[in-house]
């Protein structure tokens, strides 16, 4: 089992590398594999990550947490109060406690009083913004260096890592331009390069969640609740207490996502997340409610931003579009081997559009690129939802005793 | 369960009161006038989004409300519209200033236009003014800036600084208004250096509120230019502006000769940029404190200032800082350029080329 899941990591790894390492010839971009491009992407990654990561706990133990947004705004607010006044490690716990404050309402609305979980999740996304801004007029306006919409800036900062005898040589190696070694060597490297204390956490956080929730028996009764709680119950599983421990963990989660962020930008400021609470829960029905998936969304939405960032004359929205080509033309062919023939033809025609373009335009507007991932889950949801499987009873209330 | 449907409805007022205090936060400060003058001259003011504590626009427009509260001891209200504003709720805060005798009522963005067209036209005998945007009514003041001859300066700046031949710049929101910003500077530029490469990069489509509030954005794009060997770097870009600060700052301490251009206000002298004004060479100044003064003022004297003013060189209503003294390499130059814009020699465009 375990041989055949690292098999196919290993050959889904192989073939990312290969396109991209395509994708980087045909266009002479060496800014789609560069070190740099990598390491800057994983930060843009990581906030978005923890919020689809906090969107799996919730989900799996059946809650929907539309308040993901809501909770990481709280986590920005936390670390940027707390960071700015006893340093960044407190601000780190501020921002988690915060964001458990957060997990603990919607636990309370959505678990013990079985409200609409949509409701709820909305209502505490709401409330996020509004105290938060109400509590930085409060508490930043007359604070030196801040203002009625940020917090001074945060104090110290997160250790970084650049493991130069690794980084060196790749990069270099990188620069030589040579098909998918150098491209190989540029994405090893970026993951050395700069790479930051809470980036590490954060794996380790996805590590710890597959074992966790798939291979103890705490997460086996963590999934049940999400499955068939009244089943579970029936076991003599604490659903309840499970619901409540998975929903609190969220919200802690989505707060350290909001943490990651405000140190990212060494401030607090109202506005800040942008909807990346929003965009974690689409990494999670992205990657199926599942680490792994969850993972690689948030990493296709860092490396996407990342890109377009920074982009000189367009040339990496381009080098995206001939990507997206080419992706799209893999995915028709497995399709066509699968003789699913209509889905096979759309890829195949989408894919054509773009490489028509990519050789008919001179340059993209940058939105285009900004548009991407988005247009890039669209497609997953349309094309995959048959094999997408959210936990059975996400979303329903329940009520210790009822019968389904 | 009808706990359950209680709970929910009283988190989700809870949840809008609490939302409402937090974006409209009144703070009505009164007036201190020495001798509290029987008819004093309410002002009202609305901020767009989060007001005061930018660093920059906003608290340029407040900079001139507490000179005309100093000087003409006015009474003030200030209201916020908050992020999520909508033309309705903006027209809600006007009609509420207006109602409440304020006059002169100064709208502080172009995001207000719509509203304050509406409102205007119910309140024919109270004087409005809004920055940033014309809006035609007999009894609107629009208040622009030739941002792009401002603009034109710091390119002129950049481009004498720049020992690369690389520059660039950061916009917020990819909207006429800022565009106008980036049109400006790259002329300037351009008249200094006619093979000048100039990196540009938007941190938001029209529309997209977020582009004005993210500093780690701006910062990575800024670290891009910087990569390709931009050396001097000019932002447009609200509280995103931030980011660019930082990435200048850490390649100078990395030791790169590199310049970063603020806006607005003088981000030199702005205390929460007093980590980075070292790297700060100057700021394009646009006196909105200057028109929100002179409009107040207008209505004190009795002579209410409608229709168009544009505020350009020639008013003052725009121009660079010179706070910092690694500027003054280059204020000849710079000088010289603005005497071309206000003789008329040199007439600075408003989009990009």
């Known amino acids: 089992m375990t041989y055949l899941k690292s098999r196919r990591f290993i050959g889904a790894a192989f073939t990312a590398i290969t396109i991209l390492s395509i994708t980087r010839t045909i266009t002479g971009n060496g800014d789609l594999t560069s070190t740099v491009t990598i390491a800057q992407a994983l930060v843009f990654a990581s906030p978005i990550a923890l919020a689809g990561l906090a969107g799996i706990w919730a989900e799996r133990a059946g809650v929907i947490n539309i308040g993901l947004e809501g909770m990481m705004i709280l986590g920005t607010f936390g670390a940027g109060w707390a960071g700015w006044q006893w340093g960044v490690w407190a601000g780190v716990l501020a921002g988690v406690a915060f964001g458990a404050i957060g997990g603990l309402l919607l636990a309370v609305a959505a678990v013990t009083f079985g409200v609409d979980q949509i409701i709820a999740g909305t209502a505490i996304n709401l409330l996020a913004l509004g105290l938060t801004k109400f509590l930085a007029i409060l508490l930043f306006t007359d604070a030196p260096g801040g203002g009625q919409a940020q917090s001074p800036p945060i104090k110290g900062d997160i250790p970084t890592f650049t493991l130069e005898s690794i980084v060196e040589p790749l990069t270099a190696l990188h620069e030589k331009g040579i098909f998918f070694v150098s491209d190989l060597a540029g994405l090893v490297a970026g993951l050395f390069y700069h790479l930051s204390l809470l980036t590490i956490i954060t794996f380790l956080l996805f590590v710890m969640t597959s074992y966790l929730l798939w291979k103890t028996a705490f997460g086996l009764r963590l999934r049940s609740a999400g499955e068939n709680p009244w089943a579970a119950d029936s076991l003599g599983v604490k659903v309840v207490q499970y619901k409540y421990a998975a929903v609190v963990f969220s919200g802690m989660l989505a707060g350290l996502g909001g943490a990651y962020l405000s140190i990212a930008s060494t401030i607090y400021r109202n506005g800040n997340t942008a909807g990346r609470g929003f965009i974690g829960l689409a990494t999670m029905i992205f990657g199926d409610w599942r680490p792994g998936g969850t993972a690689a969304g948030a990493i296709m939405f860092g490396y996407i931003d990342t890109l377009r960032l920074i982009d000189t004359g367009n040339q990496n929205v381009k080098g995206l579009i001939l990507l997206g080509a080419i992706i799209l033309f893999a995915i028709g062919g497995i399709m066509l081997r699968k003789a699913k023939r209509n889905s096979a033809i759309g890829f195949l025609v989408l894919g054509s559009v773009m490489i028509g373009a990519y050789f008919s335009a001179t340059s993209f507007p940058p939105e285009v690129a900004q548009v991407a991932p988005y247009i890039t889950t669209l497609l997953v949801l349309a094309t995959a939802s048959q094999n997408l499987r959210p936990p059975a009873a996400d979303g329903v209330p329940y009520r210790k005793g009822d019968h389904h | ?353």
């Open chain 2, 1 to 353: 369960m009808l706990k359950g449907v209680k709970l929910a409805s009283i988190l989700a007022v809870a949840s809008l009161a609490l939302a409402a205090c937090g974006s409209s936060g009144t703070t009505a400060e009164s007036a201190a006038p020495t001798e509290p003058a029987a008819a004093a001259v309410k002002v009202g003011m609305a901020y767009d989004q989060d007001g005061k504590g930018d660093g920059s626009f906003n608290d340029a427009a407040f900079a001139g409300l507490s000179k005309a509260q100093a000087d003409l001891g006015v009474e003030i209200k200030e209201v916020n519209s908050g992020a999520s504003a909508t033309d309705a709720t903006r027209e809600e805060l006007l009609t509420l200033l207006a109602d409440g005798g304020y006059n002169p009522v100064i709208a502080v963005g172009f995001a207000y236009s719509t509203a304050l067209a509406a409102v205007a036209t119910k309140y024919p005998d109270t004087t409005f003014a809004i920055v940033d945007s014309v809006v035609d009514a007999p009894n609107v003041g629009s208040l622009i800036f030739a941002a792009e001859q401002g603009s034109y300066l710091t390119g002129v700046i950049a481009a004498s600084a720049s020992k690369s031949g690389t520059i660039g710049f950061i916009g917020g929101m990819e909207i006429d208004l800022i565009k106008a910003f980036e049109a400006g500077y790259i002329e300037g530029a351009q008249s200094v250096n006619p093979d000048i490469k100039i990196e540009s990069k938007y941190m938001g489509a029209a529309g997209d509120n977020t582009a004005w509030n993210v500093p780690e954005k701006a910062k990575t794009a800024t670290d891009g230019m910087i990569a390709n060997g931009a050396d001097v770097i000019y932002a447009a870009a609200g509280g995103s502006g931030l980011g660019m600060f930082q990435s200048v700052k850490a390649a100078a301490d990395g030791g790169a000769t590199v310049w970063a251009i603020g806006v607005d206000s003088d981000q030199y002298t702005v205390p929460a940029l007093a980590e980075y004004k070292d790297i700060i060479v100057t700021s394009m100044l646009k006196r909105v404190d200057v028109a929100v003064y002179d409009v107040i003022k207008a209505v004190v004297d009795g002579a209410p200032l409608v229709g168009i003013n544009n505020f350009d060189l020639s008013k003052d209503g725009v121009g660079y800082s010179t706070s910092n003294s690694a500027v003054s390499a280059f204020t000849a130059a710079a000088d010289a350029a603005a005497e071309k814009i206000k003789s008329g020699e040199v007439v600075v465009g408003t989009t990009v080329k």
